[in-house]
T-cell receptor, first 113, second 116 residues
Framework: GENVEQHPSTLSVQEGDSAVIKCTYS??????FPWYKQELGKGPQLIID?????GEKKDQRIAVTLNKTAKHFSLHITETQPEDSAVYFC????????????FGQGTRLTINP | KAGVTQTPRYLIKTRGQQVTLSCSPI?????VSWYQQTPGQGLQFLFE???????NKGNFPGRFSGRQFSNSRSEMNVSTLELGDSALYLC???????????????FGAGSRLTVL
């Protein structure tokens, strides 16, 4: 089955700097890659996603890149702000059919003022 | 538009008991999935329901079960609770259409179960 590895497990950056979180997946059939942000006491919230027919997607300060050949995808957050502090999860799945996401272990991002 | 609603938010049980958790999906969403979140194992898929049918199941013992009602609301049940079942149980709903761009999961805040 699919396996998703996420690095780093913790990341601390200065406010205004960029943060990058990387994930690799094992199943070449996976074609949907969402990123979720989870704040304390809340459920994961989708922040951006990408499908395998796209190499990069951007939404304001957040971007995701996908390399299907290498089976890895990354989340980039620019101009970080204190409210970006949270745990971020990457995931992979086959978009059609059953909605089974396989998650990475998470990255705790801390933005230092 | 109301989000995914899970009840109860917190509960404490003892070993051997059973528990039922409830999930109301976003209006119009027909697919409901359940995930278990623990510090050690992270987020793990339990099962997914669509039109009252279980379409996929994760690698959990038979003590974990679920169902979906005709109004898309879902419940999950854990019988004979063990200490290791202590976790945040998350429900997610999806519109599940055949359109490739529509199958996005929206999560609820979760039900935190503590087993003593």
């Amino acid at each position: 089955g699919e396996n998703v590895e996420q690095h780093p497990s913790t990341l601390s950056v200065q406010e205004g700097d960029s943060a990058v979180i990387k994930c690799t997946y094992s199943d070449s059939a996976s074609n949907y890659f969402p990123w979720y942000k989870q704040e304390l006491g809340k459920g994961p919230q989708l922040i951006i996603d990408i499908r395998s027919n796209v190499g990069e997607k951007k939404d304001q300060r957040i971007a995701v890149t996908l390399n299907k050949t290498a089976k890895h995808f990354s989340l980039h957050i620019t101009e970080t702000q204190p409210e970006d502090s949270a745990v971020y999860f990457c995931a992979a799945s086959i978009a059609q059919g059953a909605q089974k996401l396989v998650f990475g272990q998470g990255t705790r991002l801390t933005i230092n003022p | 538009k109301a989000g995914v609603t899970q009840t109860p938010r917190y509960l404490i049980k003892t070993r051997g008991q059973q528990v039922t958790l409830s999930c109301s999906p976003i209006s119009g969403h027909r697919s409901v999935s359940w995930y278990q979140q623990t510090p050690g194992q992270g987020l793990q898929f339990l099962f997914e329901y669509f039109s009252e049918t279980q379409r996929n199941k994760g690698n959990f013992p038979g003590r974990f079960s679920g169902r979906q009602f005709s109004n898309s609301r879902s419940e999950m049940n854990v019988s004979t609770l063990e200490l290791g079942d202590s976790a945040l149980y998350l429900c997610a709903s999806s519109p599940w259409t055949v359109s490739p761009g529509a199958n996005v999961l929206t999560f609820g805040a979760g039900s935190r179960l503590t087993v003593l």
